[in-house]
C-alpha cells in the first residue's frame, strides 16, 4: 500500500443519524492533513473511525503496519486497542492529562503500560519534553502549568510511544492564537517532522493552514470546497 492509511467508503450511523456517508480519504507518511467542516458534518466521527475508537457500519480502514495492511475496522476489539496504544498517538482539545500525576509522569505512562521499565520510561519523557521546550516543567502538576504548555505534554505523552499517526482533535481550541501556532509548530515538528502522518480536526483556518492538506467535510461526506455558512450542518 502506498498511503500510510486510507479510509475506503465509510459509512457510520448513530441510531437514526447517518454522520458518515462514503468517506473516501488516503494520508501518506511524513504527511499533515487537516479536516475542516460545520458543526455536526462528521469530523470528529471520521478521525475516530480512522483511530478505531469507532468502528463504521461499512467500509474499511486500511493501515499500513510496518508493511503488514491492516483493516483497522475488522480487526477484534483487543487487537483495535493493541493498535491504538502502539502504532497510535491522540492529542484532545483538553489534554485528558491526569492532574494527580507530574508531566514527566503523564509522558511516560504510556511507556509503563506497555511494560517499558520505570528508569527507561522516566528518561524518554524527560527526553520528549525537553524536545518540546518544556524540559524543565518535567515535575511540575499538571494543575501548575498554562493551557500550552499542558498541551506541549499532551504532545509528547502521544509521541511516547512512537506512534505511525498521531490524531489531533482540536489541539488548540482552548488556546488564544499565539500559543495556538506555538503549539502547531511543535505538533508538526514531533510528528511529520519525524514521518509521521498527523490528522487534525479543526475549526481553525490557521491550523489548517499549517498542514500540508485541508479536506472539507458537510453532511458526512468529505466535499471539494468548504461549506458556506448556514449550509448542511
Ligand atoms: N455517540 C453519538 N451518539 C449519537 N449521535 C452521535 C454520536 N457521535 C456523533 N453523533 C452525531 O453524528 C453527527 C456527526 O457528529 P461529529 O461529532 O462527528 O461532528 P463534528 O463535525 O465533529 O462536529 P463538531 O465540530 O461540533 O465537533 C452529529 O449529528 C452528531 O450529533
Known amino acids: 500500500m502506498q498511503n500510510l492509511i486510507e479510509a475506503r467508503s465509510l459509512f457510520k450511523d448513530f441510531g437514526p443519524t447517518r454522520a458518515l456517508r462514503g468517506v473516501d480519504l488516503a494520508v501518506a507518511a511524513g504527511e499533515s492533513v487537516a479536516i475542516m467542516g460545520p458543526s455536526g458534518s462528521g469530523k470528529t466521527t471520521l478521525l475516530h473511525c480512522l483511530a478505531g475508537i469507532e468502528t463504521p457500519g461499512?467500509?474499511?480502514?486500511l493501515f499500513d503496519r510496518l508493511g503488514e495492511v491492516v483493516d483497522v475496522a475488522a480487526l477484534s476489539d483487543r487487537r483495535r486497542s493493541e493498535l491504538r496504544r502502539t502504532a497510535f498517538g491522540f492529542v484532545f482539545q483538553q489534554g485528558l492529562l491526569l492532574p494527580e500525576l507530574t508531566a514527566g509522569e503523564n509522558v511516560a505512562?504510556?511507556?509503563?503500560?506497555?511494560?517499558?521499565?520505570?528508569?527507561?520510561?522516566?528518561?524518554?519523557?524527560?527526553?520528549?519534553?525537553?524536545?518540546?521546550?518544556?524540559?524543565?516543567?518535567?515535575?511540575?502538576?499538571i494543575g501548575e502549568l498554562s493551557g500550552g504548555q499542558q498541551?506541549?505534554?499532551a504532545i509528547a505523552r502521544a509521541q511516547a510511544a512512537q506512534p505511525s499517526v498521531v490524531f489531533a482533535?482540536?489541539?488548540?481550541?482552548?488556546l488564544d492564537s499565539v500559543t495556538s501556532?506555538?503549539?502547531?509548530?511543535?505538533?508538526?515538528?514531533s510528528?511529520?517532522?519525524?514521518?509521521?502522518?498527523?490528522?487534525?480536526?479543526?475549526?481553525?483556518a490557521g491550523v489548517a493552514a499549517r498542514c500540508d492538506r485541508t479536506l472539507h467535510?458537510?453532511?458526512?461526506?468529505?466535499?471539494?470546497?468548504?461549506?458556506r455558512v448556514g449550509e448542511a450542518s
Not at 501556532?181 to 515538528?189: I, R
Open 58 to 61: 461499512a467500509g474499511q480502514v
Open 109 to 141: 505512562l504510556p511507556l509503563l503500560l506497555l511494560g517499558r521499565p520505570r528508569t527507561d520510561a522516566e528518561a524518554e519523557a524527560a527526553r520528549l519534553l525537553t524536545l518540546l521546550g518544556i524540559g524543565d516543567k518535567a515535575g511540575a502538576r
Open 151 to 153: 498541551q506541549r505534554v
Open 169 to 174: 482533535d482540536e489541539p488548540t481550541g482552548a
Open 181 to 189: 501556532a506555538e503549539v502547531m509548530t511543535a505538533l508538526l515538528a
Open 191 to 204: 510528528t511529520v517532522g519525524s514521518g509521521r502522518a498527523l490528522i487534525v480536526v479543526t475549526h481553525d
Open 217 to 227: 467535510m458537510a453532511d458526512g461526506v468529505i466535499v471539494e470546497a468548504p461549506a
